[in-house]
């Protein structure tokens, strides 16, 4: 009897998706309606700055920046762990699997806590529609099944879900654009888009707030694989999301605070928080304001969705290079990763029954699962992710000296320089303000246990990866072993496929 390849039982489906629909991957976990309901009021109150949408455009263009060296990077390296082979690629594979560990943390932490607002929202728009009472972990695991079913089916099939999702995400926050402009009771002010609104004291705050808006941006590249054309897609993608994301999040913040008024969309933030959004529509229409609440719902349920995916591909691409143990690069007949979907589905649950359990009599009351599970997991996960953005366009700078000198400097040098600049600045800016990002609703440890179970990931990860190369444990898709040098331009490099190294003008 002929057995299967094993290359064929740790591949996953090639070919399956395109530019749009790796943009809607993209902007589903960025979550648009999420942003405009929960981040931006929360960066108006935080921050007591009008000047939000500036921030958006800053923060959007260090992104941007960032953008050019990693899209460039992606269309000469697949691979479904982006960060664990970008960094390996420019600066060893022992950083490279430190950032590996580090990104499967932040990705895990990011997706499980959003089970916490998730399960608060949908059990509070049930609740005013019906007047039913539902417990927020019975919605969150109504939820956590469907993205489990969704995670394991074809990549395409979850693809066209978030498509329908973001779209309707896209038509709500324009529709609450447009009525914040035709509303607009102190007139269609630019106060907030003065710079005195932006560069002054809570600068620092305002940007660490405007960054879990772009949180998600950067996983374009882990469906490198099952792109259908890797050399263009993820590029164009990435870089289609980061334009639209930074301008839609800067327009629909402006005409939030010229709908509900300048002189008191601070005030009012500070007082509502992320009910804002539902209170102002409200006032003119309650009815609306209840559909709102549901669609804010559904687009949490988007960004689960992508946060699994994501997650999910990186068990898959750890234990196709031998980090973690090879079962994890088990694909099903979808060609999806099921085990890194089933480990993702099983840490969730274990982390959302906990969190479950302590909110029982908590004094914090309906508010328990945002409060903790959401603020706590996610504003790590978002430190995580920014920190590796960081080293990563260090990869990035060096990848290219080495292997594409013929590139324009700006893509080579100066763009990656700038980003890199730009987020090791964000990351101590959040590191400087993460007690005022998680609130005082858990020990004081808080401040530092978060950020340190994010960067100890990254020092296991170190420590484990200097384990394994020193034993000859990491291979390639081929099961060839891995030296752990910087790569040099052969692909033949923790699980990435062979494929030519396509030609592109620099």
């Given at each position: 009897m002929t057995q299967t390849p094993h290359v064929e039982e740790t591949s996953l489906k090639t070919g399956k998706l395109g530019t749009g629909a790796v943009a809607f991957m993209i902007i589903a976990a960025s979550a648009p309606?999420?942003?405009?309901?929960?981040?931006?009021?929360?960066?108006?109150?935080?921050s007591g700055l009008l000047g939000v949408p500036l921030g958006f455009l800053a923060f959007g263009l260090?992104?941007?920046?960032?953008?050019?060296?990693?899209?460039?990077?992606?269309?000469?390296?697949?691979?479904?762990?982006?960060?664990?082979?970008?960094?390996?690629?420019?600066?060893?594979?022992?950083?490279?699997?430190?950032?590996?560990?580090?990104?499967?943390?932040?990705?895990?932490?990011?997706?499980?806590?959003?089970?916490?607002?998730?399960?608060?929202?949908?059990?509070?728009?049930?609740?005013?529609?019906?007047?039913?009472?539902?417990?927020?972990?019975?919605?969150?695991?109504?939820?956590?099944?469907?993205?489990?079913?969704l995670g394991m089916s074809n990549i395409d099939f979850s693809a066209k879900v978030l498509a329908i999702l973001v779209t309707i995400e896209f038509i709500v926050v324009i529709g609450a654009s447009i009525f914040g402009f035709a509303t607009a009771p102190e007139g269609i002010s630019t106060a907030p888009l003065a710079p005195d609104q932006f560069l002054t004291g809570g600068i620092g705050v305002l940007l660490a707030f405007t960054m879990a808006a772009f949180m998600g941006f950067e996983s374009g590249a882990i469906y490198s694989e099952e792109a259908k054309d890797p050399e263009r897609t993820i590029s164009r993608a990435t870089n289609i999301a980061v334009i639209v994301v930074a301008l839609f999040y800067a327009v629909s913040a402006w005409a939030m605070a010229v709908g509900i008024g300048p002189s008191q969309v601070i005030d009012q933030a500070r007082e509502y928080g992320p009910d804002l959004l539902f209170v102002w529509i409200g006032q003119h229409s309650p009815a609306i304001a209840n559909l709102v609440h549901v669609l804010f719902a559904t687009s949490i349920l988007a960004a689960l969705l992508a946060f699994h995916n994501a997650a999910a591909r990186y068990f898959f691409a750890l234990g196709r290079s031998g980090v973690l143990p090879e079962v994890f690069a088990k694909t099903g007949k979808s060609g999806a990763p099921i085990v890194g979907s089933g480990a993702q589905s099983?840490?969730?649950?274990?982390?959302?029954?906990?969190?479950?359990?302590?909110?029982?009599?908590?004094?914090?009351?309906?508010?328990?699962p945002v409060l903790t599970l959401f603020t706590?997991?996610?504003?790590?996960?978002?430190?995580?992710?920014?920190?590796?953005?960081?080293?990563?366009?260090?990869?990035?700078?060096?990848?290219?000296?080495?292997?594409?000198?013929?590139?324009?400097?700006?893509?080579?040098?100066?763009?990656?320089?700038?980003?890199?600049?730009?987020?090791?600045?964000v990351t101590v800016l959040i590191l400087m303000n993460f007690d005022i990002m998680i609130g005082d609703t858990g020990p004081a440890a808080l401040v530092w246990v978060m950020p340190g179970v994010v960067l100890g990931s990254g020092l296991i990860g170190l420590i484990w990866g200097e384990f394994l190369l020193k034993r000859g444990r990491i291979r390639s898709v081929d099961g060839e072993l891995d030296t752990g040098d910087v790569v040099s331009e052969s692909d033949e490099r923790i699980g990435a496929p062979k494929t030519p190294t396509p030609t592109l003008n620099p």
């Open positions: 309606l999420t942003v405009l309901a929960g981040g931006t009021p929360t960066s108006y109150a935080v260090i992104i941007g920046l960032f953008a050019i060296g990693y899209g460039r990077m992606s269309a000469y390296i697949r691979n479904s762990g982006a960060f664990y082979e970008y960094v390996s690629q420019g600066l060893g594979l022992r950083q490279g699997i430190a950032a590996a560990i580090l990104a499967l943390v932040s990705y895990n932490l990011m997706q499980i806590g959003l089970y916490g607002i998730f399960g608060f929202s949908a059990s509070a728009a049930i609740a005013a529609m019906t007047g039913v009472v539902i417990p927020w972990w019975v919605t969150g695991g109504a939820a956590w099944l469907l993205v489990g079913l099983v840490l969730s649950l274990l982390v959302v029954a906990i969190f479950a359990i302590a909110g029982l009599g908590s004094e914090l009351g309906e508010l328990f706590w997991f996610t504003n790590a996960a978002g430190f995580g992710i920014v920190f590796l953005m960081a080293v990563t366009s260090i990869a990035v700078i060096r990848w290219a000296k080495e292997h594409h000198p013929d590139f324009h400097p700006f893509v080579r040098l100066v763009a990656p320089a700038l980003a890199a600049a730009g987020l090791a600045v």
